[in-house]
C-alpha cells in the first residue's frame, strides 16, 4: 500500500519564502507523477502544481506561475515545492498527491491519488 507525506509548513511573512517536501513509499518499483493541491475552509481543494514521474515536465496553476517551483528529489518518489514571495492569499492546508493514472498534470482532484495527511502553511502580513 502506498503512503504519502509530506513535511515543511509552517507560518511565515508575505514576501517571505517556504519549502515543502513530500514522500511516497510503500510499493517498490513503482514511479508516480506527484503533485501539490491546497485547501482552505469552505473551500474546494484545487490544483497547485504537478510534476511527472521522470521530472521533465511539470504544471502550475496560473496563480502560483513564476513563484512555485516543483521539482523531484535524489530519492525515488519524493517531490519539493519551493515556495517565494508567498502571499496572504497562499495561506491554506497543502496537499501531496501521488498518481499512477497519469491525471495530475491535467489539475484535475481524484479519490484515486494516493493523498498525504496536509500541512498547514499559513502567510501573515
Known amino acids: 500500500q502506498v503512503r504519502v507525506v509530506e513535511s515543511g509548513g509552517g507560518s511565515v511573512q508575505a514576501g517571505d519564502s517556504l519549502r515543502l517536501s513530500c514522500a511516497a513509499s510503500g510499493r517498490p518499483d513503482s514511479s508516480y507523477a506527484m503533485g501539490w493541491f491546497r485547501q482552505t475552509p469552505g473551500k474546494e481543494r484545487e490544483f497547485v502544481a504537478a510534476?511527472?514521474?521522470?521530472?521533465?515536465?511539470?504544471f502550475y496553476a496560473d496563480a502560483v506561475k513564476g513563484r512555485f517551483t516543483i521539482s523531484r528529489g535524489k530519492a525515488e518518489n519524493t517531490v519539493t515545492l519551493q515556495m517565494a514571495s508567498l502571499k496572504t492569499e497562499d495561506t491554506a492546508v497543502y496537499y501531496c498527491a501521488a498518481d499512477s493514472s497519469g491525471f495530475i498534470a491535467t489539475g484535475a482532484v481524484r479519490d484515486d491519488y494516493t493523498w498525504g495527511q496536509g500541512t498547514q502553511v499559513t502567510v501573515n502580513s
Open positions: 510534476i511527472s514521474w521522470s521530472g521533465s515536465s511539470t
